[in-house]
């Protein structure tokens, strides 16, 4: 592993960090709020960024990165802006215990939208702001580490669920533009956004705090009751805009290409949108049958809490704990289903699943005629056998994960059903949970430990788990 | 598929059950109870083999017998057995709804244990018995299934974990006769068992009910206690015979060759113990520290739920619902554990977890050494890329499911606890689960509908899923 050379990037990533908390103490400035903890949080992160920029030589590692080398800075990066993010919390005294500050700073930067505050309203806009920024800044994150450097890197199967190879070798000269087109997609995103929010009369401050939650598929809305205080023309347009930061951004790219053929041929889109609206129908319909809601009611309230499930937001436009219980069993089950690859949504994603099908679907194929070979097929491009392997071993890891999880929550006293959702909700990067950790409820009762396991899995679901957990495997830090 | 043929082994298995019924009617004599449900039921299901049987030709299809014929015989035996078998609870009016005493008789012949009744003592003895032989015909059937009629036929991976392909082709002539040595193995356990248990003062009765029960990791009791009222002696006997029974036979038939080279080399057979004991050691620690039990009864009771439920037995020495929650949760993820391949035991199994665990070791290491080609082997044979997809996506369908078993519960208005629990424990053919379906409680209070669906997983779990489920496949009724 390239020590020096990789620590001079994390160096300038935390100066990324640092203009980012300068930008926000200009927000305190408009709200004539404290800009101390802003200016003290900037200047650590930039000192600390300084001593190994200043003592190393920028070398090109471009042509000699390795996986090793991105898992190591990947991980860095997400713990240290974790780390640092949360000292406005605490600076501010708006979070004055370590551990939940950092908590939020983690559910922030993995664009989870878990939160500890018992009331958001109380605090200074400048904080809230910095609170959403976190979820648009994490956003943008996962989107260039999964289009572009992964597959780069041939880390995983993500070229798979991407641009394919020959797409790849045509984009790495100009790999530069890609991010920054990737960069512009999602800038467009967050400013329609907020214009469409303004149109429907929320003010700007939320409308930018809402759109980058929305955009990054966060969760965190400066508001105690989250969108459900809203019209409902703004709770379609951000579950509408839920719904397109799931989608593989590679998509978006396509869209602004007019590469429509793509699009067409895209599996995962179509099996992601089926998916979203079946189960939008079943529940529309247990809401309109059992509960007696109108029928506009049931719909929207169904199609707002699927779409923020499955993409893994986490707003709220009602409290599905007060639907009937076989509704939760639903949400219960989508928390492990998850958006696009390539989109800012968590969890195990919607490729993975459909690859999964087609294993379920081989599998039968072959038990009826066993010496039929069946090549399975993403997007009309062979899976290779090592691919699948990846792909399903990925999936059975995620949920061994889980159930270590919900084992280490149930230790603490977590009973089974906030502590197995809350796993479920932090991996996947959600938000709300089930139990003690509903959509009107939050995670400041829990101790510190299960806090601390949880921001471990939001940051290990974050990094498609395989980037952190090689940091933990002996082989990683072997010669 | 050959109709004919498959339709007259299914009706010499009739005559099997037909004689079990008369069977059991000697010892309704002996008790002095009535004769005529046993006599009846045996009539009927004589009466139901014979036509087919008189219709056809004795045909060999030995030599011409595929998947399919397989699947459709196995499938239909079960469902027969287990429809015939419900026949003397309701003659008897035992259990008079045919629906429960269906589910009743299912879970016996799928050695799962889970029970519909309130008060078992209130029982005639005879049909106590009977409740217990549909246990050990359950068991011994499994056992032929997966150690002598799926590996000839090369259905699933069994032959990866029973007999090597070169074994399997020695015996291959010999398959009667290491059938007969298996059913001597199986009624020598039972044997040594009942001797054991009535040498701690059990009666006959009980003693040979319990061993049904035990050998066949039924689960089944005469008391409505189950073990819990038995001495520590009766306790650690009958722990000890579950874990005797869910060992692969075909190591107890590598004890009786002096094999014990082959024993060595089983990766399973210490994957399992090591399993068991470990998770035996976390839970006697538990209630040990929190619940101040002397170490002893800490182990013990810790000891047989772990055994109990692992190899899907389900008999309980205590009410583990009285444990710290952090021991059920325990517990309900040990229900996705099962004993060994070609034991009684259900649910995915050891061997399936042990290739899971090396895919997983595997995908770490070759995040490291992307080139590196590494060939996974169990017992010292190679895992072909087939075999292991076939595995891990076996575990995938497992868990599918699973989270449809539990959604169709949950839409019948049953608690997410229960419903999830429920599911699992019978799947895995356990028979205690968590909620209102505990070791001291039972399923009566589910409805007819639950109650089918779980009869319906209890069969599929029972017939290693894909023998049922190939059924339901267009391809399965294609010519």
């Not at 500050?101 to 930067?109: I, L």
């Not at 400013?191 to 759109?211: D, N």
């Not at 529940?283 to 049931?298: D, H, N, Q, R």
Request: charged content about 10%; aromatic content about 14%; some cysteine.
């Amino acid at each position: 592993m390239h020590l020096i050379p990789n620590l001079r990037i994390v160096a300038k990533s935390l100066f990324i960090l640092s203009v980012a908390l300068i930008a926000t103490a200009v927000i305190a400035i408009i709200y004539a709020e404290s800009v101390l903890p802003f200016l003290y949080s900037s200047g650590i992160a930039l000192l600390t960024g300084l001593v190994p920029f200043l003592f190393s030589k920028d070398i090109d590692i471009n042509h000699n990165m390795t996986k090793k080398d991105a898992s190591f800075v990947v991980s860095l990066s997400w713990i240290l802006f974790s780390f640092f993010g949360s000292l406005p919390y605490i600076f501010s005294s708006s979070i004055p215990s370590f551990t939940n500050a950092f908590f939020e700073s983690v559910s922030g930067f993995t664009t989870t939208g878990a939160s500890i505050l018992t009331d958001i309203e109380i605090l200074p806009k400048s904080v809230l702001f910095w609170r959403s920024l976190t979820h648009w800044i994490g956003g943008i994150g996962i989107i260039v580490l999964v289009i572009v450097i992964m597959p780069t890197l041939q880390m995983g199967s993500y070229n798979l669920f991407t641009f394919e190879s020959s797409v790849q070798e045509k984009i790495q000269p100009k790999i530069k533009s890609v991010g920054l087109r990737l960069l512009a997609i999602y800038l467009l995103l967050t400013l329609a956004e907020i214009v469409l929010l303004m149109a429907g009369k929320m003010s700007l401050f939320e409308s930018v705090c809402h759109s980058f939650g929305t955009v990054a598929t966060g969760g965190f809305s400066p508001k105690n009751t989250s969108i459900a205080g809203y019209s409902p023309y703004i709770q379609y347009v951000i579950a509408i805009f839920m719904l397109l930061a799931g989608v593989n951004f590679v998509i978006h790219y396509y869209i602004f290409k007019r590469n429509f053929r793509k699009i067409k041929e895209n599996e995962e889109l179509w099996f992601y949108l089926i998916v979203v609206f079946s189960i939008t129908a079943i529940l529309t319909a247990i809401l309109y049958f059992t509960m007696g809601k109108p029928f506009e009611v049931s719909f929207r309230d169904s199609f707002f809490q699927v779409v923020s499930i499955i993409t893994c937001t986490g707003f709220a436009s009602t409290d599905y704990l007060l639907w009937p219980p076989i509704a939760w069993t639903i949400i219960f089950f989508a928390m492990f289903l998850g958006g696009s690859t390539g989109s800012t949504a968590g969890g195990i994603k919607m490729a993975r699943h459909l690859v999964l099908l087609k294993n379920v679907k081989r599998f039968f194929h072959q038990l009826r005629y066993p010496n039929a070979v069946i090549q399975l097929k993403l997007n009309k491009n062979v899976i290779s056998d090592e691919n699948n392997r990846n792909i399903i071993t990925f999936i059975t890891i995620y949920l061994l994960v889980f159930a270590a999880g919900t084992i280490a929550l149930a230790f603490d006293g977590v009973d089974g059903k906030t502590a197995s959702s809350a796993v479920a909700t932090c991996m996947a990067g959600i938000g709300p949970g089930i139990g003690t950790v509903g959509p009107v409820s939050n995670f400041f009762h829990l101790s510190d430990f299960a806090k601390l396991v949880l921001s471990f899995l939001m940051i290990l679901g974050r990094l498609e788990i395989l980037t952190l957990l090689m940091l933990f495997t002996p082989a990683f830090w072997r010669k």
